[in-house]
């Protein structure tokens, strides 16, 4: 894989253009309430990017001059994914509203990985590659699930709206990737890395929005033989990081909390999953 150059991101970071699409059309073509479920999901944890930056200030990774201006761009784009798909699902029909809980006042067991998280940064030099390997595995969770939901919604707005934002996170993934492999080259930080993902990693969303919204999506997106492809494929990327051979990621997660191979939730197609036909 090539080195990531921080000086041409930065040169080419830039916000989702708002007035680029044409909201207007989006009502004019059917969305799957499926499909609209699962954008509020997406919707709320691209909003909660910035709880997400508070943790990572707490610790070590803001020492790293190339870290640090990533995250200030990498926010700012996440914002801006954030009201670009509130914006979609206003014009669908469907605002996000208020969220239940105010986004700062999160659960406590949220808080206290917070606190665990930055203690053990303070204790552990290298911690810098675990969040690396963590934003990879996030990032690249997104864009495939990004692309997922433009195949099973089939809507032209939200394909160009989406197509838009896979660019971004296509990005984010390749940074966090090429970080998490530079720091792993040393095989006591890979080993290390690799027992906290083993024990900690769960989806990108977990404890930020009900498991019932988590599983849901998991089974409309990744549910069908199409989207077991793409979960598996999500899996055989991270499995290349150095340490993470057998690393075992989103599919054993379907297979543990989705449950069976074809997902459990209703078709809004008829069947059980109702994604192999896109
Ligand atoms: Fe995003
Ligand atoms: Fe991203």
Not at 78 to 87: N, Q
Not at 208 to 236: H, I, M, N, S, W
Request: glycine share 8%.
């Amino acid at each position: 894989m090539p080195a990531f150059d921080i000086d041409t991101y930065v040169g080419r970071s830039r916000a989702v253009d708002l007035t680029a699409f044409d909201w207007a059309a989006v009502p004019r073509y059917s969305m799957p309430p499926e499909a609209l479920r699962t954008m509020r999901f997406m919707q709320d944890i691209e909003s909660h990017t910035i709880i997400y930056l508070r943790s990572l200030l707490a610790t070590r990774a803001i020492d790293d001059p190339d870290v640090a201006t990533f995250l200030a761009c990498w926010v700012y784009e996440e914002t801006f994914h954030g009201l670009a798909l509130a914006r979609f699902l206003e014009a669908a029909g469907s605002p996000v509203g208020e969220r239940p809980r105010p986004r700062g006042r999160e659960p406590w067991l949220k808080r206290l990985e917070a606190t665990a998280t930055a203690m053990v940064s303070r204790a552990w030099p290298d911690f810098c590659a675990v969040h690396m390997t963590w934003g990879a595995i996030n990032e690249l969770t997104t864009l495939t699930g990004y692309r997922r939901l433009a195949a099973v919604a089939d809507h032209p707005v939200l394909d160009e709206l989406l197509e838009r934002i896979v660019l971004d996170e296509s990005r984010h993934f390749f940074f966090y990737y090429r970080q998490a492999e530079i720091r792993m080259q040393r095989r006591a930080v890979a080993r290390a890395a690799r027992i906290l993902v083993d024990r900690f990693w769960a989806p990108v969303g977990s404890g930020v929005q009900p498991d019932t919204e988590l599983r849901f999506l998991a089974t409309y997106l990744f549910g069908g033989p199409e989207g077991r492809a793409a979960a598996r494929k999500v899996d055989e990327t991270i499995r290349r990081l150095p340490g993470f051979e057998t690393v075992q990621l989103l599919e054993s997660w379907m297979d543990r909390r989705v449950g069976g191979r074809d997902g459990g939730l209703p078709s809004p197609h008829g069947g059980r999953n109702g994604h192999g036909s896109n």
